[in-house]
């Protein structure tokens, strides 16, 4: 699923080919991709001119010159594939919207399992919608202070909260297991309970993943590719995240996979010692 190294290393790949590009028509393959009935998302695209492709949390906004957007959400298998013809771009195999443009290029929004959305905004609606969202974690104004803030108004396992959206944007299952790993706090302890130490580690750990990540294009476990069809490089610099069974780089104990929020998590039983045990400041004694 992409998360923000993922959406940013789209929209990066997006602003190479798209600025000053027309949008002629857009068809509408599935209707369910799009937010609102397919003509009137179709009509409001066509005619407008690609300034600045952004990022918001996980989503690559495609921003016009005109201040209008499209938003992206790219659900599980979401791909935005440019292309020099007229038809759907170089391998998509489920183009699910089609923006044709008056060079005679396109961009295609592939989806094969199509839990993606696609809404068109004008610039009042967008703030609206922006605001919704938490802080970007990779922000100058994100500070290890605003953090500390966000954590200690929760009870919630801190792997929860790095994933609630309205919270902090962008961070998914992989960077948050990651990030906890490097803070050496359990995903489980409640975030209110994580001390002034540990925060600021989970502060540095969260930031630093994060960039690594952009800088090796994202993580590939399935479908994520780049607009130029690239896989991301960041699973080999992966800890803990998928790494069951196999030694801890730090500290060579075996990683678990443990499960709650639905979700798997992947801890290092001596480095991250469960809120159970009464250590979850461990960072803050020693
Ligand atoms: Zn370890």
Redesign the pocket.
Known sequence: MPELPEAETIARGLNRVLPGRVVSSVTVLREDVVDGPPHRFAEAVAGRRFGTTARRGKNVVLTFEDATRVVVNLGMTGRLVPGTGPGPGPGSTHPAVLFQFTDGGSLTYDDVRRFGRLRHLPSSDWTRWSRRLGPEPLARSFTGARLRRILSRSRSPVRSLLLDQRRIAGVGNIYAVEACWFAGIHPRTPANLIGEVSATRLHRSLRRVLRRAVEAGGTTLRNYRAPDGNEGRFRRALHAYGREGRP??????VIERIVFGGRSAFV?????PGPEDGAATMGDVC
Do not use: I, N, S
């Open positions: 801890c780089p730090r500290c060579r104990a290092c039983p001596r480095c991250q």
